[in-house]
């Protein structure tokens, strides 16, 4: 019996090697397929290039591109932030009593919390410094949460992508599993998976659109998209991305949506933040 | 032949008196057992993050369609609202065990 | 108005029997029967919100289309079983699990007459 169990052991090791990527698919080997995927299809572009999104793939459109970020349209949102930085609650507390490491703290989002077992993310935290000082909550997607957000990640730019999954916690593996399980599933009634165009078709064109490369995908939010005429937050672009696709988005800075931020941000590790962006 | 002018009769009575008549009730029952199975199906995909966008459109449409009486469209919508549902369930569970996809796994060596 | 009823009776069952031959008739299975109207399947095609197939495919007068699938040229050269085109519309993922393709009908983004249609127009291209 011990030999039989022994033996199957045995096998399962041999077959698990062999499998490489499929078999062991821990975190870091994710990465650095991701990583590495999207080397070996641009191999012009160098690595830390791949936070400018499109532009890293398109020379064309990177020409408008940086003369629009020579005149920011996120200047506004940045100095609205550092307003409501500066600015006391009721209470006469400021966010600096909730971070008293910021305003430069978009490095440390998202992390896992193994008290409260969740991840939390920079937006969540907050409302959640709001709420414990009395004020309303802010809404996720757009408006004063992107200034705060745009000002914070300003302050950060220049930090390096070092998301965490600690070992000591099977939670935050699980987390992250469920986050991944999001990004390749395909959904809504067109069937596509976030892989299906970032992952399968970057530099292909989607009508006249040049679809974006993942890697990078997350350095530069808050971003200000000409399509919508203002500055949004990560979680509104997935949300964006689900309704395109014809599924139902999920709520925003919900379960779903902070461990596919979780995620995606893990894939990004080593690259530097260069948030707010502009994007068409 | 005589009983079945008389019934025709009432219906036409019935339907001079504005009361319901059992076809209009037999209507409104189909219709709210193809809205409870849409409603069901709803329920069902978005248990498994599976729902789609237009179901819940479907159904608001659906109702508004059998208070104006047209039960054809409200059954029609409440169907494809249930069809929805289905579909994306069958979908969700087909992908609840995806992960990184054997053609990036082969680009990236 | 008995006889007319048998005579009624005798017509609808030539009728059928003919229908029945011709179904079975060589070549003239319901694949090549064409039950879809190309130039109302261009319309859907072209329609953003329905084909829009032109966001991932070159095809005739279409300015700037996406490039994602291969250009929808020489398609009964590509497809000489049209039933095979049809298949790829309706769920291309049956033939290739990683295709990008949105099933058209197994999900109901086409209705049938809708999907024979364009069936009809892309197998002219």
Not at chain 1, 27 to 44: E, M
Not at chain 2, 23 to 47: G, I, P, V
Not at chain 3, 38 to 46: F, Q, T, V
Not at chain 3, 93 to 112: C, Q, R, W
Request: glycine share 8%; hydrophobic share 40%; with cysteine.
């Amino acid at each position: 019996m011990n030999k039989i169990i022994m033996l199957t052991a045995a096998l399962v090791m041999v077959l698990g090697l062999t499998w490489g990527g499929v078999a062991l698919a821990t975190p870091q080997a994710d990465q650095a397929i991701w990583q590495s995927y999207y080397q070996k299809r641009f191999p012009n572009v160098p690595k830390e290039d791949f936070i400018n999104g499109v532009y890293a793939i398109d020379p064309v459109s990177r020409e408008s591109w940086e003369a629009i970020e020579e005149f920011p349209p996120y200047e506004m949102a940045i100095s609205q932030g550092e307003k409501m930085w500066n600015t006391p609650f009721a209470n006469g507390k400021t966010y600096r009593d909730c971070f008293p490491n910021g305003p430069a703290i978009a490095g440390k989002y998202p992390y896992w919390d193994k008290e409260r077992g969740m991840v939390v993310t920079l937006p969540l935290a907050i409302n959640e410094c709001r709420e414990a000082n009395g004020e309303g909550p802010l809404k996720y997607k757009k408006g004063p949460i992107a200034d705060i957000l745009s000002y914070l990640r300003y302050q950060s730019r220049g930090q390096l992508t070092k998301v965490e999954i600690p070992e000591d916690d099977p939670k935050a593996l699980e987390a992250y599993e469920k986050g991944k399980q999001f990004y390749f599933a395909r959904r809504g009634q067109l069937n596509f998976s976030c892989a299906n165009c970032h992952v399968q078709n970057p530099g292909n064109l989607l009508r006249s659109d040049i679809l974006s490369p993942a890697l990078g995908h997350t350095t530069h939010f808050p971003v200000y998209r000409s399509k919508w005429g203002e500055i949004g937050t990560l979680h509104r672009r997935f949300s964006g991305c689900n309704k395109q696709v014809r599924a139902k988005p999920f709520k925003v800075q919900g379960e779903e949506y902070r461990n596919l931020e979780y995620f995606l941000t893990y894939m990004q590790n080593g690259l530097p933040l260069n948030g707010p962006g502009a994007r068409k | 032949m005589r009983t079945h002018h008389f019934s025709a009769g009432i219906l036409v009575a019935a339907l001079a008196a504005g009361l319901p008549t059992g076809s209009w009730a037999d209507d409104q029952a189909d219709f709210e057992k193809a809205m409870t199975a849409a409603r069901e199906a709803r329920k069902k995909a978005a248990t498994v993050g599976g729902e789609w966008r237009d179901i819940g459109k479907f159904l608001k449409q659906a109702e508004q369609a059998a208070a104006k009486g047209d039960f054809a469209t409200a059954n029609q919508l409440a169907e494809k609202a249930r069809r929805q549902g289905e579909l994306g369930y069958e979908q969700a569970m087909s992908q609840k065990d995806v992960g990184l996809p054997a053609y990036m796994i082969a680009g990236s060596k | 108005m008995i006889a007319l009823k048998t005579t009624l009776a005798g017509a609808v069952g030539t009728a059928l029997i003919a229908a029945c031959v011709l179904a079975l008739a060589p070549g003239l299975n319901a694949a090549d029967a064409p039950t879809g109207n190309p130039e109302a399947g261009k319309e859907i095609a072209n329609d953003r919100k329905l084909g829009n197939c032109m966001a991932c495919h070159v095809m005739p007068d279409i300015e700037s289309p996406g490039n994602i699938g291969p250009p929808l040229i020489g398609m009964q050269a590509r497809y000489p079983d049209k039933e095979k085109l049809r298949a790829q519309i309706w769920d291309a993922t049956v033939a290739n699990p990683d295709s990008s393709m949105p099933p058209f009908g197994k999900h109901g983004i086409l209705t049938e007459q809708q999907l024979n249609d364009v069936l009809e127009y892309i197998w002219s291209l």
